[in-house]
């Protein structure tokens, strides 16, 4: 018997926690004795409906299952091609609503992987509350809105933040690039200089470093010092970079989400061998790094001294 074939499709090469997620991948498929193809759409929604499609469509071997964490859109009507072929479908950290209706059209497994994104935005709010005493302002590198996580993250973040902070919300793509783009152009704005900033807070890490960054290259010696000993927060808490950044001193905290696409391998191959359906979505817990008392044990300390 030939051994299952999976394909993952992923967002991006340029994010620690896309190749976090590859790597969850590729070590349950070794585990499981599944073969794995891993696809990455480059940040373009078009292209990973295009290179799902060519999947889906392939007149040679087709994969007996896709898992795919979308770009923008949740890839319904990839979801529906693929099922309607006989193709296992997960999709991972997006809230879609065609689970349900394809499960009782098909007899392929049809199910939603998802970190808490929810819990990730009010554990950021938590800490930059934690950091921010007695108020300021806190600039925020939110992910593409389009995409649903980041809205899901800011909801949470302001949901847990004191009415004392106020937030500028910045745009980024999920790279370090974007974060380093974003405080490059707000720095640029006259405006800029009317805020009193207490924290840089991004909705991963990428962003958050790039937004650090950024302030390096500020030319002025004494305000490149005064905006690097402020607090910078991320999220994605990857131990090779986020939690690293955090015992660098690089970044004050992260919350960890641990990367769910192992999870939805071993879900959707479980599947494929039993024929039975998985469990409709699969939630995974975020929590906070440093701990939340210890980060509000740590910034009394501070303030005391």
Not at 16 to 42: K, P
Request: proline residues 6%; hydrophobic residues 45%; charged residues 20%.
């Amino acid at each position: 018997m030939k051994p299952l074939t999976i394909l993952v499709s992923l967002i991006t090469e340029e994010n620690d926690f896309q190749m976090e997620q590859a790597a969850a991948a590729q070590a349950t498929a070794l585990r499981l004795g599944v073969q794995l193809q891993i696809v990455y759409a480059a940040n373009d929604a078009v292209n990973q409906s295009q290179q799902l499609f060519s999947a889906i469509q392939s007149s040679g071997q087709r994969p007996d299952g896709i898992l795919v964490e979308p770009v923008g859109t949740g890839m319904a009507q990839a979801a529906g091609a693929a099922v309607t072929a006989g193709i296992g479908w997960g999709v991972v950290n997006r809230d879609v609503d065609y689970v349900a209706r394809l499960r009782r059209i098909g007899q392929a497994p049809v199910f939603a992987v998802a970190t808490d994104h929810g819990a990730v935005g009010k554990i950021e709010g938590e800490q930059l509350a934690a950091l921010v005493k007695d108020g300021g302002g806190v600039l925020y590198i939110e992910g593409p809105i389009s995409g649903g996580v980041a809205k899901t993250r800011s909801s949470g973040m302001f949901s847990a933040i004191p009415g004392n902070i106020a937030v500028k919300v910045l745009r980024g793509d999920w790279t370090e690039q974007s974060g380093h783009h974003a405080i490059k152009a707000w720095l640029a704005l006259s405006t800029s200089r009317q805020l009193n900033i207490s924290a840089i807070s991004g909705q991963n890490d990428a962003m958050a470093i790039g937004a650090r960054k950024a302030f390096e290259d500020v030319p002025d010696p004494q305000a490149r010092r005064e905006w690097l000993s402020l607090p910078f927060l991320g999220c994605d808490g990857v131990a090779k970079a986020g939690r690293e950044w955090v015992r660098r001193g690089l970044l004050r905290a992260t919350v960890v989400t641990p990367p769910p696409m192992g999870t939805a391998v071993e879900l959707l191959v479980n599947a494929l061998r039993s024929g039975a359906q998985p469990p409709e979505c699969t939630v995974s817990r975020p929590t906070s790094f440093p701990p939340l008392d210890e980060l509000r044990a740590n910034a009394s300390a501070q303030t005391a001294r």
